[in-house]
């Protein structure tokens, strides 16, 4: 069984729900209420400061995107969207492009979250299996960190992809596998090549014993849970836009492009 | 074993330290500026414990040599400070970045729970709260990612508050 969760390219929900030119294709918001495809948004402190919007075009040559950002020096600032799936899910596939073109100030203690699996249940004082956190690489640039829960030590594993991600649109795809002992693994891709075999990984995280934590309950795609290096103003990316598209879950087979 | 106590010296009894040993609960040293921010504080992140800090959730995952300080922060309005500035004084030997950490969260040695970053900051940016909670704080300097495997992956700081720090070492001990 290969049993496609969740597709949530707001163009494809565009194209459902629209029709005319290619700007009609887009709704008029994220969240179902305004013709999108997620469940809510977070924009805080306000959704004047840490904006959650629909914008053309989108990152995959599709009519829509998400574009997010993060008040000026607020830590406490959120700014994405989520989608409460229907069923607590122990084999998740994921994948959505994020584009960093705007990021180009990352220092040392520099870092964002832009992905996060939340749990259906709360272990270990988490809530959530996964995060996928922007942090830095060599001197300004970017990099990719993964931090799953796990039953062990601190209950946090990471690994983070050791080549730096050039201002610009990335994909970015995992595997977890929720269970017990080795039945909990990470297994990530980093801008794979175009196909739909599964390639080599990219990296992964193993033996996280992470039945604890049930399975994936929902995705929430955007900004959050950011350093203060990470909003200030400068040097730093706070109001930097960042574009999300293409969001894709899938409990079995490599979902790829 | 020496103690050191200042300022009443309630916390010192609750640790305990071999040298070197670089812990949340053995911090290294006193950093105790008064209102003009004076003296500096300047160390060594080099010859220290790895793996303190994995701490702001794992945001931070800093896996190398750590430097650790306690410091009480009075209650408001003395509690607000607005600047600790971290400078990198080993020519850029490590990516030092600067971590506040509540005391009263678990200590993030990698044995336990990950504690929250009260805030942070590095180099670039400094440590700027103007809300902070009354109460004893870890600061961590340590380097991030980036940091492992390099050599030598550590280095030489300077911590330098802008003169409103009303931190207060309330003890410390060392071996």
């Known amino acids: ?257 | 074993m020496k103690v050191n106590v200042l300022c009443g010296a309630l916390l010192a009894v609750a640790f305990s330290a071999s040298a070197g040993a670089q812990t949340c609960a053995s911090p290294v040293t006193t950093w105790h500026p008064d209102g003009g921010g004076s003296p500096d504080l300047n160390g060594s992140t080099c010859g220290n414990e790895t793996g303190i800090l994995s701490t702001c959730s794992g945001a931070n995952g800093a896996p190398s040599k750590a430097y650790v300080a306690r410091v009480t922060i009075a209650a408001q309005p003395q509690g607000s400070f607005n600047g600790i500035t971290l400078t990198d004084t080993s020519g850029g030997a490590f990516h030092a970045l600067l971590a506040v950490v509540p005391a009263a969260s678990p200590c993030p040695d990698g044995s336990g729970d990950v504690s929250p970053c009260a805030t942070s900051g590095d180099t670039a940016n400094p440590v700027q709260h103007t809300n902070i909670s009354p109460g004893d704080y870890f600061l961590i300097v340590t380097g991030n990612d980036l940091d492992i495997g390099a050599v030598p992956g550590c280095g030489t700081f300077t911590l330098h508050a802008d003169g409103t720090l009303p931190v207060t070492l309330q003890g410390f001990t060392v071996s």
Not at chain 1, 75 to 103: C, G, K
């Open chain 1, 1 to 257: 069984m290969n049993a496609k969760m969740k597709v949530l390219s707001l163009a494809l929900v565009g194209l459902c729900g629209f029709a005319g030119s290619a700007m009609a294709v887009c709704p008029a918001g994220p969240t179902t209420p305004d013709g999108g495809a997620w469940t809510s948004a977070v924009t805080q402190p306000s959704a004047a400061a840490s904006p959650a919007v629909v914008a053309v075009p989108g990152l995959d040559g599709s009519e829509c995107k998400l574009t997010t950002a993060l008040a000026v020096g607020n830590t406490a600032a959120s700014s994405f969207v989520r989608y409460n799936h229907a069923a607590s899910e122990p084999n998740y596939r994921f994948q959505f492009l994020v584009d960093t073109s705007n990021l180009l100030a990352f220092s040392s203690s520099s870092n964002v979250v832009i992905y996060q699996a939340p749990a259906t249940t709360a272990a270990n004082g988490f809530n959530r299996l996964l995060r996928v956190v922007l942090v830095q690489g060599n001197g300004s640039a970017t990099r990719v960190r993964f931090i799953a829960q796990t039953s062990a030590g601190a209950h946090i594993a990471t690994s983070t992809f050791a080549t730096d991600l050039a201002p610009g649109v990335h994909r970015i795809e995992g595997k977890l596998g929720v269970g017990a002992g080795a039945a909990g693994q990470l297994t990530y891709w980093v801008d794979a090549a175009a196909g739909t075999t599964e390639p080599a990984a990219s990296g992964t995280i193993a033996n996280l014993d992470n039945a604890a934590w049930g399975g994936v309950s929902a995705a929430s795609l955007g900004l959050t849970a950011p350093s203060a290096a990470f909003v200030a103003a400068a040097p730093g990316n706070g109001g930097k836009t960042v574009g999300f598209d293409t969001f894709d879950s899938r409990r079995q087979t490599y979902i790829g492009h």
